[in-house]
């Protein structure tokens, strides 16, 4: 696609995932029944569409559960319309329109790249509506929805197969082609809030069928190609055609870095490398959400008039740091971390497969582990300990949810979580015991005693900001890593060279308080006889003195105390700590069925004798 951006600047659609000759359908055309309130709404005929598309999946689609099995817990005030019994089980019109709109509230801002002011419902191909309205409808009312949403995704995600295969194979048009892509990448994210009725490796299968034909169409090598920057300056010259114009521009680097962010969500649920080769990916950078977002071309164009920029620039994910780069914005920095942490699973995935990792042998340190299958980790660990100073808004932000990704890439490079799931008994006793000595030795690090100070920042993070929950972003995942990553290391302090606490003349590390991380550095980062370029002072702000003491903690070790309370060593402390997270986890760790907040409550019963 060596002249994609050129193809979408002079699409003869308003909206880039609109085929051109559904265009003349203009919205002043609409049938007298159809509400003026709102471009985006639904009308009579939208629902009768998407009635009939659903009757051509079931018809093609044949194998599963019937409809009326599905919804006899489904109440049909909620989920009928017309009494005319071949749709009797069709969702109203009245909550097509609601998931639209919840579609736009809630889902948007996680995967943002339909643009909401030219879109219309009556113009988007019925497998993208469809897949709209089933992330809407999983927001509406996830009880009486389910069964419907479950059983049209199932046959969704066979009809995303035979469309990618065939437009693979054959010729298609470019809008064509994305938006079918699109289809296909909302289907597997929403298939990520139904591994009970989803199989997960066909989802994953779906996922890497996905990634392979953007791959192969070169959407993750903005390097090649033509430019979107100069093909705008050879695009439409009056206000309303140049806005529409660079939203299409906007929606497909939108789309490509989606795709990014599906894949890390894959590789974190499956446990493995990520389909797309991250360290080979260049990306167009999306400009601010707010220019994305505006109603018209007179806000856009008085956004531009006040400074917005129109065009960011390109980045590589590999050696980010050896670049000279402006300040992120929140979408680019989200787009950076989960591109380090595709980096980082790549790596680790290497390491899980050598035998015999709890030997006596494996490093105590989980980056000696990881550098000695990979040396390219060290680049990973540097451009992750130089964001607080080159991207000083990834900790700083109001937006906390790109501190927690960056805690949580610390985290994984500091503390091996099968490891300590193995301790924690995952396996059974035989391997937690195994397991734990390794642990022990673990405990011992600067990693260790790191791992613990980023995970007390989770709790932090996630005790005072609201974070919204998604699939991508997964706090209640987070929250129980860092549980698990505390509660070991109390839990192993008696069976140490030493209790951590033994010196008395020594105060004890506050682990809930604010650390300037540019201070801290590398401590517990790095192998022995190396450091990071020191940038402690980038921002010119004179470092708090509590940064000092978390760098002498991660050098030395030494006691420690949460939230004033200081623990003392073995089992009782470590339930006592997770029983904490557990009481954080419920305030959100149910919002979609999560298993992890059960997890913690076992774990209040469980840690004991050295075993969860």
Same mark, same amino acid.
């Given at each position: 696609?060596?002249?994609?951006?050129?193809?979408?600047?002079?699409?003869?659609?308003?909206?880039?995932?609109?085929?051109?000759?559904?265009?003349?359908?203009?919205?002043?055309?609409?049938?007298?029944?159809?509400?003026?309130?709102?471009?985006?709404?639904?009308?009579?005929?939208?629902?009768?569409?998407?009635?009939?598309?659903?009757?051509?999946?079931?018809?093609?689609?044949?194998?599963?559960?019937?409809?009326?099995?599905?919804?006899?817990?489904?109440?049909?005030?909620?989920?009928?319309?017309?009494?005319?019994?071949?749709?009797?089980?069709?969702?109203?019109?009245?909550?097509?329109?609601?998931?639209?709109?919840?579609?736009?509230?809630?889902?948007?801002?996680?995967?943002?790249?339909?643009?909401?002011?030219?879109?219309?419902?009556?113009?988007?191909?019925?497998?993208?509506?469809?897949?709209?309205?089933?992330?809407?409808?999983?927001?509406?009312?996830?009880?009486?929805?389910?069964?419907?949403?479950?059983?049209?995704?199932?046959?969704?995600?066979?009809?995303?197969?035979?469309?990618?295969?065939?437009?693979?194979?054959?010729?298609?048009?470019?809008?064509?082609?994305?938006?079918?892509?699109?289809?296909?990448?909302?289907?597997?994210?929403?298939?990520?809030?139904?591994?009970?009725?989803?199989?997960?490796?066909?989802?994953?299968?779906?996922?890497?069928?996905?990634?392979?034909?953007?791959?192969?169409?070169?959407?993750?090598?903005?390097?090649?190609?033509?430019?979107?920057?100069?093909?705008?300056?050879?695009?439409?010259?009056?206000?309303?055609?140049?806005?529409?114009?660079?939203?299409?521009?906007?929606?497909?680097?939108?789309?490509?870095?989606?795709?990014?962010?599906?894949?890390?969500?894959?590789? #974190?649920?499956?446990?493995?490398?990520?389909?797309?080769?991250?360290?080979?990916?260049?990306?167009?950078?999306?400009?601010?959400?707010?220019?994305?977002?505006?109603?018209?071309?007179?806000?856009?164009?008085?956004?531009?008039?006040?400074?917005?920029?129109?065009?960011?620039?390109?980045?590589?994910?590999?050696?980010?740091?050896?670049?000279?780069?402006?300040?992120?914005?929140?979408?680019?920095?989200?787009?950076?971390?989960?591109?380090?942490?595709?980096?980082?699973?790549?790596?680790?995935? *290497?390491?899980?497969?050598?035998?015999?990792?709890?030997?006596?042998?494996?490093?105590?340190?989980?980056?000696?582990?990881?550098?000695?299958?990979?040396?390219?980790?060290?680049?990973?660990?540097?451009?992750?300990?130089?964001?607080?100073?080159?991207?000083?808004?990834?900790?700083?932000?109001?937006? #906390?949810?790109?501190?927690?990704?960056?805690?949580?890439?610390?985290?994984?490079?500091?503390?091996?979580?099968?490891?300590?799931?193995?301790?924690? =008994?995952?396996?059974?006793?035989?391997?937690?015991?195994?397991?734990?000595?390794?642990?022990?030795?673990?405990? #011992?690090?600067?990693?260790?005693?790191?791992?613990?100070?980023?995970?007390?920042?989770?709790?932090?993070?996630?005790?005072?900001?609201?974070?919204?929950?998604?699939?991508?972003?997964?706090?209640?995942?987070?929250?129980?890593?860092?549980?698990?990553?505390?509660?070991?290391?109390?839990?192993?302090?008696?069976? *140490?060279?030493?209790?951590?606490?033994?010196?008395?003349?020594?105060?004890?590390?506050?682990?809930?308080?604010?650390?300037?991380?540019?201070?801290?550095?590398?401590?517990?980062?790095?192998?022995?006889?190396?450091?990071?370029?020191?940038?402690?002072?980038?921002? =010119?702000?004179?470092?708090?003195?509590?940064?000092?003491?978390?760098?002498?903690?991660?050098?030395?070790?030494?006691?420690?105390?949460?939230?004033?309370?200081?623990?003392?060593?073995?089992?009782?402390?470590?339930?006592?700590?997770?029983?904490?997270?557990?009481?954080?986890?419920? =305030?959100?760790?149910?919002?979609?069925?999560?298993?992890?907040?059960?997890?913690?409550?076992?774990?209040?019963?469980?840690?004991?004798?050295?075993?969860?």
């Amino acid at each position: 696609m060596r002249q994609l951006w050129e193809k979408v600047i002079h699409h003869k659609s308003d909206n880039i995932f609109t085929a051109p000759q559904a265009s003349a359908y203009e919205f002043t055309h609409a049938a007298p029944n159809r509400r003026q309130t709102s471009p985006r709404s639904m009308d009579e005929e939208c629902r009768t569409r998407l009635a009939q598309h659903c009757k051509e999946l079931d018809e093609s689609f044949p194998y599963g559960k019937s409809i009326d099995d599905e919804t006899q817990t489904t109440p049909r005030s909620s989920l009928t319309g017309s009494p005319d019994a071949s749709d009797n089980t069709f969702p109203t019109l009245e909550i097509l329109d609601s998931s639209l709109d919840f579609f736009f509230q809630f889902f948007h801002p996680i995967l943002p790249f339909m643009h909401k002011s030219t879109f219309d419902p009556r113009n988007t191909p019925s497998p993208l509506l469809l897949a709209m309205c089933l992330v809407g409808l999983s927001y509406v009312d996830r009880l009486r929805t389910r069964a419907f949403v479950s059983r049209y995704l199932n046959k969704l995600m066979q009809s995303c197969v035979d469309d990618m295969a065939s437009q693979a194979l054959g010729q298609c048009t470019v809008s064509d082609l994305l938006a079918t892509l699109a289809s296909t990448l909302m289907v597997v994210y929403l298939a990520l809030g139904f591994r009970d009725e989803i199989d997960q490796s066909q989802a994953y299968m779906l996922c890497a069928q996905m990634l392979s034909i953007a791959d192969k169409q070169g959407l993750f090598a903005a390097n090649q190609g033509d430019d979107p920057t100069l093909q705008l300056r050879q695009g439409p010259s009056d206000p309303e055609g140049f806005w529409k114009a660079w939203t299409r521009v906007e929606s497909v680097k939108r789309l490509i870095f989606c795709f990014v962010w599906l894949d890390m969500a894959y590789a #974190r649920l499956m446990n493995t490398a990520g389909v797309i080769e991250i360290d080979k990916v260049e990306l167009h950078l999306p400009c601010d959400d707010a220019l994305f977002d505006g109603p018209t071309s007179a806000a856009f164009l008085q956004a531009v008039q006040q400074g917005a920029q129109l065009t960011m620039q390109r980045m590589k994910f590999r050696n980010f740091y050896a670049t000279s780069t402006p300040p992120l914005n929140d979408t680019s920095t989200q787009i950076l971390l989960r591109g380090l942490y595709l980096r980082v699973i790549a790596v680790r995935t *290497k390491l899980s497969g050598q035998e015999s990792q709890y030997s006596d042998l494996h490093p105590a340190s989980h980056i000696e582990a990881l550098a000695a299958v990979d040396s390219g980790i060290k680049d990973i660990i540097t451009d992750i300990l130089l964001l607080p100073s080159t991207q000083a808004s990834v900790l700083k932000s109001r937006n #906390r949810m790109n501190a927690l990704g960056w805690h949580y890439l610390c985290i994984t490079l500091t503390a091996d979580m099968d490891l300590l799931e193995a301790a924690s =008994g995952r396996d059974g006793l035989e391997a937690a015991s195994a397991a734990l000595v390794q642990v022990v030795r673990w405990s #011992r690090s600067a990693s260790a005693r790191r791992a613990v100070l980023h995970a007390a920042q989770v709790f932090e993070i996630l005790d005072s900001s609201r974070i919204r929950e998604s699939y991508l972003t997964r706090p209640d995942l987070v929250l129980f890593v860092s549980a698990l990553v505390i509660s070991q290391y109390i839990l192993v302090s008696d069976q *140490k060279e030493g209790r951590f606490d033994a010196n008395p003349s020594r105060s004890p590390f506050e682990l809930l308080q604010n650390i300037d991380w540019t201070v801290v550095g590398d401590e517990g980062l790095v192998t022995a006889n190396e450091t990071i370029p020191d940038r402690a002072m980038i921002n =010119g702000d004179p470092p708090l003195a509590t940064s000092n003491a978390a760098r002498q903690f991660i050098q030395l070790g030494g006691p420690i105390s949460f939230a004033g309370e200081i623990p003392s060593c073995g089992s009782v402390s470590a339930r006592k700590i997770v029983r904490k997270f557990a009481h954080l986890m419920a =305030g959100f760790g149910t919002w979609d069925e999560s298993g992890y907040s059960e997890l913690l409550s076992i774990m209040c019963d469980s840690v004991l004798n050295g075993h969860v």
